[in-house]
């Protein structure tokens, strides 16, 4: 019963190639779902990336994330979650590898760290508008102290900017941070500088060793080139009025009733808070809650050109769909476009066409 992500594999390694020269000395970001790939298939690829255009590193969300990497990467991995000394499991199995940069955003931390794995690869973090890790910039000469006495390995200073806002003066200003800092070494890592950016803080600190970490602009930046399609399994005729599903719920109309591969098992109908930073964006929420609340939801199942609606939430492995009379319906065995987030959704398998 396959979810499945279609690859156009001509067209997605150009994307690669041309974003990874747009970079220069670019980092893939590799965690989570692996961006709908999964993580080992894009461990191969950045292996694949460091023959092709010089990629030497990944960075891992996560230390569960590490030891797949390793096996599939000869290069470096940088974890971006910091190490805690509480942590235990994937994070204490790596502590002696030599290929893994460990990112630190506090000074216990880095004392902790010191004591434990002298000789240690360490970047540290500091904290961004982002406020969500990292240390001030007042603490650095006391992590320069800390990294020296605890003969620790500094790899660099890393920054995790916000998706909007004035990211590009916030990474000079640290620039300008590290460069007045007792931290030896000129290393920059950054999140979410686009490639115009880059040059320009490179342009404007030529003795700046910027490594820019990129995920979604690398492995998702041409959507033309990744189709994700569902596998029709059952179709039924069903008449106004009659009760299916789960719930029982009488349907509103005659039509049909489409059991399509892809449930909360895939990710399907996950979704992340909406921002609703607009009046736009705030009254489409307004008007999604609203039909909601009636028991309607929007599929993100398309057939015959259009999202067709939910008729209750989506089972583990599958989802049942409302297909108006009227309207062409697919045969069993036949696949129908899925327009979901790729960064949370887990298909059964990836083709490359």
């Known amino acids: 019963m396959p979810l499945t ?16 020269a747009a970079y220069d000395g670019v980092v893939p970001v590799t965690k989570g779902n692996g961006y709908g790939f999964g993580l080992v298939s894009l461990a191969r690829r950045a292996e694949w990336l460091g023959a092709d255009s010089g990629v030497d590193t990944v960075a891992a969300g996560m230390y569960e994330e590490v030891p797949g990497l390793l096996s599939r990467f000869t290069g470096d991995v940088l974890v971006m979650s910091p190490w805690r000394p509480f942590l235990a499991g994937p994070a204490a199995d790596v502590m002696g590898n030599d290929r893994v940069l460990h990112t630190v955003g506090r000074l216990d931390d880095l004392a902790a760290l010191a004591a434990r794995r002298p000789g240690a690869r360490v970047v540290v973090e500091v904290l961004t508008s982002m406020t969500r890790h990292g240390m001030g910039r ?3 000469a006391a992590a320069a102290g800390l990294v020296r006495a605890g003969r620790l390995r500094l790899e660099g200073l890393a920054l995790h900017l916000p998706l909007v806002g004035d990211r590009e003066p916030e990474a000079e200003q640290w620039s300008a941070v590290l460069a007045a800092s007792q931290l030896n070494t000129d ?24 490594r820019p970490r990129v995920g979604t602009a690398l492995w998702l930046g041409d959507r033309g080139a990744l189709q994700v399609q569902a596998t029709v399994l059952d179709r039924h005729a069903v008449r106004r009025g009659q009760r299916v599903g789960y719930r029982q719920r009488p349907l509103p109309r005659a039509g049909h009733l489409m059991v399509i591969a892809g449930g ?16 736009r964006q705030r009254a489409v929420a307004l008007a999604k809650g609203g039909l909601e609340s009636a028991g309607l ?16 939430p989506p089972h583990m492995q599958v ?12 045969d069993l065995g036949d696949e129908v476009d899925v327009r979901v987030r790729l960064t949370t959704t887990h298909v059964d398998r990836v083709e490359l066409v």
């Open 5 to 20: 992500l279609r690859v156009d594999g001509d067209r997605w390694r150009a994307h690669l190639r041309r974003t990874a």
């Open 138 to 140: 007042h603490d650095l």
């Open 187 to 210: 290393t920059l890592w950054v999140s979410h500088l686009d490639p115009q950016q880059v040059a320009r803080l490179r342009a404007d600190r030529p003795g700046l060793r910027v």
């Open 264 to 279: 909360t098992a895939h990710g399907v109908a996950l979704e992340a808070p909406a921002t609703a930073g607009t009046a």
């Open 297 to 312: 939801a929007m599929s993100p199942f398309v057939i015959d050109g259009r999202q067709r609606w939910f008729i209750e």
């Open 319 to 330: 989802s049942l769909v409302y297909v108006p009379a009227g309207a062409a319906v697919p």
